[in-house]
């Protein structure tokens, strides 16, 4: 197949709603594809003005893709951030826990004082 009728087949409208089903990877290895056999002296006015509203649809999804996964990253380093702030606390409480009953702090005061449950303290108790 000759790479100016791989083009234009490609770039076709009638395509794009196929293109647009494919995943982003996909989508990007032709575009990629076409941008390496794409010669814009050889295009007509037509198919350059398909060729180009094929590029601008391919980088407005790329855009949106690496939006949408820094968002995401960012997102889960902060979950981890508070998650991992909250368990340091529940570990401080156990500790604190532990030394109240060394010195026979009842139960009851211990949970209300550290925020443990009171089967959470008495699990630690040995």
Not at 37 to 51: G, H, M, P, R, V
Not at 87 to 101: M, P, Q, S, V
């Amino acid at each position: 197949m000759k790479p100016s009728i791989f083009l234009n087949e490609l770039i076709d409208l009638k395509h794009m709603k196929t293109l647009e089903k494919m995943p982003f990877e996909a989508q990007h290895k032709i575009f990629k594809r076409l941008a390496e056999i794409a010669d814009s002296k050889t295009l007509t006015k037509e198919e350059q003005e398909k060729y180009d509203n094929s590029m601008m649809v391919m980088w407005d999804n790329y855009a949106v893709y690496k939006h949408a996964e820094e968002k995401g990253t960012i997102k889960g380093e902060a979950k981890g951030r508070a998650e991992g702030r909250a368990e340091g606390k529940k570990e401080k409480a156990k500790e604190i826990a532990l030394n109240l009953l060394a010195y026979h702090t009842p139960i009851e005061v211990i949970a209300k004082t550290t925020g443990l449950t009171i089967e959470e303290v008495k699990k630690l108790k040995p």
